[in-house]
């Protein structure tokens, strides 16, 4: 609830009604003083886009805790007591989005180099990782019988000294290295070639094929190296993931309208239960961020383990939330629950990833 001062004025200045208490009976809105101090912007921001007066929190521990509830309060008609979906939905899509901004999963930074094409803390640890194996070379060469096993063991770790000299995934998978006439799409090395095969045999999955390849080799010509082609691709599917997850919402609503009653449950129910279903996916996608953030901050063993068993407990919770929340919506027998719950999330898990597919070529047609 709003804590602007009220009016002494009893006029609404909406639509000219007599306000007897703080809203107007007629459209709503609140009597209050139109000028107010500057954080008032920030306090009513945050009480009208969450519900501060206990409707969001509410929300929030009743999503994550209790899977069904809300949508079975929605759709009784208690409908004043918390965050509509919709409203819930896109809040949290927000600051899901908003915090992967802030913590990107996966750093894709493939030029952090100094001259030599090495930065110092990887310098330092090839020389460590060097040092160690040459020991470890010498101990077993100094015997004067080799075994078998010390033979095997002097191949792996020649293998190992050889290797520590690539100090990062990007240079173990040679990101800067440019897409030059080595590189090939079907076998095809120029544009040319390509469209002069594909004239001659056409096929029907051309519609799909040939945007790629053609993408390919522009990116060819332009010099793209592979780190380049890799940080585009994440980060156009990321801002693109929102997309897909909206556009995915009314098909997985869909797939339970099939499975139930059509007279029983309509679209609309269906819709309600997805809202809340996916407003939890994405909450819990983001605890497990922040969680797998924190691994990459502590070096304690202990901690680490406790933080990876909270990860897993949280992936196993996502895929149990689903069967819970449909068993107590949808009020079925507790084998029958079971069985057309598994089939649904079979079918939209085959379903989503499809979708994952399409937006991962998408990603790769839009890079520039």
Not at 150 to 158: E, H, K, R
Not at 215 to 240: M, Q, R
């Amino acid at each position: 609830m709003s804590h602007g001062k009220l009016r002494v004025d009893k006029n609404c200045l909406n639509c000219g009604h007599i306000v007897e208490e703080r809203f107007c009976p007629h459209c709503g809105q609140e009597n209050t003083e139109t000028r107010q101090p500057f954080h008032y912007l920030f306090t009513h921001f945050v009480e009208d886009f969450t519900h501060y007066d206990g409707q969001f929190w509410g929300a929030l521990k009743n999503l994550v805790f209790k899977p069904g509830k809300l949508t079975n309060i929605y759709l009784e008609g208690k409908r004043q007591r918390f965050v509509p979906p919709v409203k819930l939905y896109i809040f949290v899509s927000f600051i899901t989005f908003f915090m992967f901004a802030l913590f990107p999963i996966f750093n894709l930074n493939f030029n952090t180099q100094n001259n030599s094409g090495k930065s110092k803390d990887q310098s330092f640890l090839e020389k460590v990782k060097a040092v160690q194996t040459k020991k470890i070379l010498d101990s077993i060469k100094a015997e004067r019988k080799l075994t078998k096993e010390d033979s095997v063991a002097i191949s792996q770790l020649s293998v190992l000294s050889d290797s520590a000299k690539i100090s990062n995934i990007g240079a173990a998978f040679e990101m800067n290295k440019k897409l030059d006439d080595s590189f090939e799409y079907d076998g095809y090395r120029t544009r040319k070639s390509y469209d002069s095969a594909i004239a001659k045999k056409p096929s029907f999955f051309n519609f799909i094929d040939v945007p790629v390849a053609h993408k390919f080799f522009e990116l060819k010509e332009n010099g793209v190296t592979k780190g380049e082609i890799l940080k585009n691709l994440a980060e156009t599917s990321f801002h693109n993931l929102p997309k897909a997850l909206f556009i995915y919402l009314p098909l997985f609503a869909f797939f339970l309208w099939i499975f139930h009653k059509k007279k029983k449950w309509w679209y609309f129910d269906h819709g309600i239960f997805t809202l809340h279903y996916f407003s939890f996916l994405l909450l819990n996608i983001l605890f497990i961020m922040l969680t797998s953030k924190l691994v990459s901050l502590t070096d304690f063993w202990l901690i680490d383990t406790l933080l990876y068993l909270v990860i897993f407990a949280l992936s196993l919770y996502s895929v149990a939330y689903f069967f819970i929340a449909h068993h107590r919506v949808y009020k079925s027998h507790g084998l029958i629950s079971l069985v057309i719950g598994f089939i649904l999330f079979t079918i939209n898990f085959f379903a989503f990833m499809f979708l994952v597919i399409i937006l991962a070529l998408i990603s790769f047609l839009m890079i520039h």
